[in-house]
């Protein structure tokens, strides 16, 4: 079933319950595809869905429409979650333009290569388009996800669509933010870590340009919609902090291990960071999620990574994490490297050339050979302190 939004503003989104990856973030609680239907004269859809839930999404429009004409399907983004059902659009409303600005196009022509481009409209940022009563304010906002992320605004109204800005990866039968009754900060901070924190400057430009708008409702392609100016300040203030400082009074300790010594070494840096009023959280990653790690760190004060050595370098379940790291901007933050070995050491060594380079200060290096010694044991621990009262 649908859901009316506003006047004349319907949400004939896709619930994903079942997903639990999108592109390498964890979705414990699946995901929604966020589409929007306004009806004026111009009937106008705003995305489409992720291909496997077109025809749900395409048999909400015509319990709205009830036999009307589709005229408008805007894209505001072209990666298939968001772009993947267009075909099967076109097919069940056959005068239905396909609405996009230039970057879009580029991309488009290549995802669906058989498009008729004569049914294509194509704008540039900053152009509008009437569709009766109300007006789409077009613009380009690239690298807010993806080098084509557009967003549209209507006037008229306050309605901003912001395509995967103030998103968040998690599957809601309620559409709005204060209906939830949930705490959604965690998937918040995680999606940005992962699809939006390198890249500051666009970034913070489009929190200025939305912000600028004043809008009365928020409508990104992911997660709850925010409709009071509380919540629409709450998203505000919240992407905020995660673009300029997200620091928080918190030690991320991650590591990974083979015959435990290193997961002991993570222990004793905990017990020593525990002794303080800091929030102290412990990642094995031979469980826990890369995406989760990933906001976990880009938050903290200060952090400990920790691997045994395996032929001469780290045990390769680190070397994702390592890779993306490089996407959380973490110059300033510093660091313990810990970790065991048998036949000779390399995991140490590995991490702090790849954590060094991105600004991050190493303030401790341990590493025991087979078990550790009762010096060692202590060195764990006084570097858990030392981090903790950073």
Same mark, same amino acid.
Request: hydrophobic fraction near 40%; aromatic fraction near 12%.
């Given at each position: 079933?649908?859901?009316?939004?506003?006047?004349?503003?319907?949400?004939?989104?896709?619930?994903?319950?079942?997903?639990?990856?999108?592109?390498?973030?964890?979705?414990?609680?699946?995901?929604?595809?966020?589409?929007?239907?306004?009806?004026?004269?111009?009937?106008?859809?705003?995305?489409?869905?992720?291909?496997?839930?077109?025809?749900?999404?395409?048999?909400?429009?015509?319990?709205?429409?009830?036999?009307?004409?589709?005229?408008?399907?805007?894209?505001?983004?072209?990666?298939?979650?968001?772009?993947?059902?267009?075909?099967?659009?076109?097919?069940?409303?056959?005068?239905?333009?396909?609405?996009?600005?230039?970057?879009?196009?580029?991309?488009?022509?290549?995802?669906?290569?058989?498009?008729?481009?004569?049914?294509?409209?194509?704008?540039?940022?900053?152009?509008?388009?009437?569709?009766?009563?109300?007006?789409?304010?077009?613009?380009?906002?690239?690298?807010?996800?993806?080098?084509?992320?557009?967003?549209?605004?209507?006037?008229?109204?306050?309605?901003?669509?912001?395509?995967?800005?103030?998103?968040?990866?998690?599957?809601?039968?309620?559409?709005?933010?204060?209906?939830?009754?949930?705490?959604?900060?965690?998937?918040?901070?995680?999606?940005?870590?992962?699809?939006?924190?390198?890249?500051?400057?666009?970034?913070?430009?489009?929190?200025?340009?939305?912000?600028?708008?004043?809008?009365?409702?928020?409508?990104?392609?992911?997660?709850? #919609?925010?409709?009071?100016? *509380?919540?629409? /300040?709450?998203? +505000?203030? %919240?992407?905020?902090? =995660?673009? &300029?400082?997200?620091?928080?009074?918190?030690?991320?300790?991650?590591?990974?291990?083979?015959?435990?010594?290193?997961?002991?070494?993570?222990?004793?840096?905990?017990?020593?960071?525990?002794?303080?009023?800091?929030?102290?959280?412990?990642?094995?990653?031979?469980?826990?999620?890369?995406?989760?790690?990933?906001?976990?760190?880009?938050?903290?004060?200060?952090?400990?990574?920790?691997?045994?050595?395996?032929?001469?370098?780290?045990?390769?379940?680190?070397?994702?994490?390592?890779?993306?790291?490089?996407?959380?901007?973490?110059?300033?933050?510093?660091?313990?490297?810990?970790?065991?070995?048998?036949?000779?050491?390399?995991?140490?060594?590995?991490?702090?050339?790849?954590?060094?380079?991105?600004?991050?200060?190493?303030?401790?290096?341990?590493?025991?050979? #087979?078990?550790?010694?009762? *010096?060692?044991? /202590?060195?764990? +621990?006084? %570097?858990?302190?030392? =981090?903790? &009262?950073?």
């Amino acid at each position: 079933m649908s859901c009316k939004l506003a006047d004349t503003l319907y949400d004939v989104s896709a619930l994903d319950w079942e997903i639990r990856d999108f592109h390498g973030v964890y979705t414990p609680q699946g995901s929604k595809y966020n589409s929007f239907l306004i009806l004026d004269e111009k009937i106008t859809i705003i995305d489409s869905v992720k291909e496997q839930y077109g025809k749900e999404a395409i048999s909400k429009i015509k319990e709205i429409t009830k036999g009307k004409e589709v005229d408008y399907l805007v894209s505001l983004h072209t990666e298939p979650d968001h772009a993947g059902s267009i075909m099967e659009y076109f097919k069940e409303f056959k005068n239905m333009k396909l609405v996009c600005l230039e970057k879009n196009y580029e991309f488009i022509k290549n995802f669906l290569p058989d498009l008729d481009e004569s049914k294509v409209l194509v704008l540039k940022s900053g152009e509008s388009l009437s569709i009766g009563e109300k007006t789409l304010n077009f613009k380009s906002l690239p690298m807010t996800h993806w080098p084509d992320t557009t967003s549209v605004y209507v006037p008229e109204k306050g309605w901003l669509f912001t395509s995967d800005f103030f998103g968040s990866l998690i599957s809601l039968s309620k559409p709005f933010y204060d209906q939830i009754g949930i705490d959604i900060y965690p998937f918040i901070r995680d999606y940005f870590a992962f699809l939006m924190r390198p890249f500051e400057s666009l970034t913070k430009k489009a929190l200025e340009y939305y912000k600028s708008l004043n809008p009365t409702m928020i409508f990104p392609a992911h997660g709850p #919609f925010y409709r009071r100016p *509380e919540d629409i /300040k709450y998203i +505000f203030d %919240a992407t905020e902090k =995660l673009i &300029e400082d997200p620091t928080e009074n918190k030690v991320v300790i991650v590591y990974t291990t083979m015959w435990h010594t290193t997961e002991r070494m993570a222990k004793l840096i905990s017990e020593g960071a525990g002794c303080s009023d800091c929030e102290v959280k412990v990642y094995d990653l031979r469980e826990d999620p890369v995406s989760v790690i990933m906001g976990e760190i880009m938050t903290c004060k200060a952090f400990a990574i920790g691997s045994p050595t395996v032929y001469n370098g780290v045990f390769p379940n680190i070397l994702p994490l390592l890779r993306l790291m490089r996407l959380l901007r973490l110059k300033g933050k510093k660091a313990v490297i810990f970790g065991s070995y048998g036949w000779s050491g390399g995991a140490v060594k590995e991490i702090e050339e790849a954590i060094k380079p991105l600004g991050v200060e190493v303030i401790e290096k341990i590493e025991t050979r #087979f078990a550790l010694k009762q *010096e060692e044991v /202590k060195r764990c +621990f006084e %570097a858990g302190k030392m =981090l903790a &009262e950073l």
